[in-house]
């Protein structure tokens, strides 16, 4: 798993009984195979396949209103830079998931977009997956939101990890928001161990 620190995809792959490792520039959350480093260096060490989380933080359209900083920096065509390697790997199959991002309109259109809430999670976040030779995830568990009032009168729907009111995240700020945020959710790791194992 490229670009991943919390180890929950890979724990899922080895529960299975896939030999799976976790590799990012972080030390892994979870005890387990890991490889503390930068993903590029051993991209050719001879995968089966690659679940590639790189961080969003240059590309995610969250941060839009940051953009013409990150470009004037050439921190958005590093991390661009960085996402087209991860897609054009020497691997035979790729899951490459990034929230809503300029990935979409600077390389190519997502495969697949997912919930949490497809896979059995309490939880809205929109992901969306660029494939290589897999195919496009199975919902396995559809979890129902709450219908709430927003301030302007109407129904919408909400799940535990947002607010009633604008639909936004709950978690308050924190420096460690990014990495709780970034951390894929148990229910969508087992389904691509499941289902791409």
Not at 37 to 42: I, K, T, Y
Not at 100 to 117: A, G, L, N, T
Not at 133 to 144: A, G, M, S
Request: some cysteine; glycine content about 6%; charged content about 25%.
């Amino acid at each position: 798993m490229a670009c991943e620190y919390s180890g929950r995809v890979r724990d899922a792959f080895l529960a299975l009984g896939h030999d799976a490792w976790s590799c990012d520039l972080l030390p892994t959350e979870q005890a387990g195979p890991h490889i503390q480093g930068d993903v590029l260096d051993v991209l050719g060490d001879g995968w089966d396949l690659m679940i590639a989380h790189p961080p969003c933080t240059h590309l995610a359209v969250s941060g839009a209103a940051h953009f013409a900083k990150k470009i004037a920096s050439g921190e958005q065509q590093e991390a661009l830079d960085f996402v087209r390697r991860l897609l054009e790997a020497p691997i035979k199959r790729i899951a490459l998931e990034n929230p809503v991002s300029i990935i979409s309109s600077k390389i190519r259109k997502p495969d697949q977009m997912i919930h949490p809430y497809h896979f059995g999670e309490d939880a809205s976040k929109r992901t969306c997956l660029w494939l290589k030779n897999l195919p496009k995830l199975r919902p396995t568990q559809f979890v129902e939101p709450r219908i709430v009032v927003t301030p302007s009168g109407k129904e919408a729907m909400r799940w535990a990890n947002q607010c009633d009111n604008f639909g936004h995240d709950k978690l308050p700020p924190s420096a460690d928001r990014w990495k709780l945020r970034s951390a894929t959710y148990p229910g969508i790791a087992q389904a691509m161990a499941k289902q791409w194992g």
